[in-house]
């Protein structure tokens, strides 16, 4: 579990609260992909494929993959961002840890 917490850049502890914590932050960070496949299957599915069919059209299977990228692109930038906005309220000391899972 220390290599998952360390992979994920959370530091590995022996204490029983740092080891909840780190569970806790797994847990969201499964919870936060399971929304971001969500999201992407719902609005580039929509976006793309008017009416499903048994195949993807050319022009259908270019447009997910181009909507799925940008999709991608901006929920690791609001990642980064919310990440980076969390490491300097630590910093300052506040460590709160609020609203993770509301990405």
């Given at each position: 579990?220390?290599?998952?917490?360390?992979?994920?850049?959370?530091?590995?502890?022996?204490?029983?609260?740092?080891?909840?914590?780190?569970?806790?932050?797994?847990?969201?960070?499964?919870?936060?992909?399971r929304?971001?496949?969500?999201?992407?299957?719902?609005h580039?599915?929509?976006?793309?494929?008017?009416?499903?069919?048994?195949?993807?059209?050319?022009?259908?299977?270019?447009?997910?993959?181009?909507?799925?990228?940008?999709?991608?692109?901006?929920?690791?930038?609001?990642?980064?961002?919310?990440?980076?906005?969390?490491?300097?309220?630590?910093?300052?000391?506040?460590?709160?840890?609020?609203?993770?899972?509301?990405?």
């Amino acid at each position: 579990m220390d290599t998952i917490n360390n992979s994920l850049g959370f530091p590995s502890s022996s204490d029983p609260k740092s080891a909840v914590m780190n569970q806790i932050r797994q847990e969201a960070a499964v919870t936060n992909a399971r929304q971001l496949i969500e999201k992407l299957n719902e609005h580039c599915f929509e976006k793309c494929i008017p009416s499903p069919g048994s195949s993807l059209s050319r022009k259908e299977e270019t447009c997910f993959t181009q909507c799925m990228e940008k999709y991608m692109a901006a929920w690791n930038t609001v990642s980064r961002q919310y990440i980076q906005r969390i490491q300097q309220e630590q910093a300052r000391g506040g460590g709160a840890m609020g609203g993770m899972g509301s990405l």
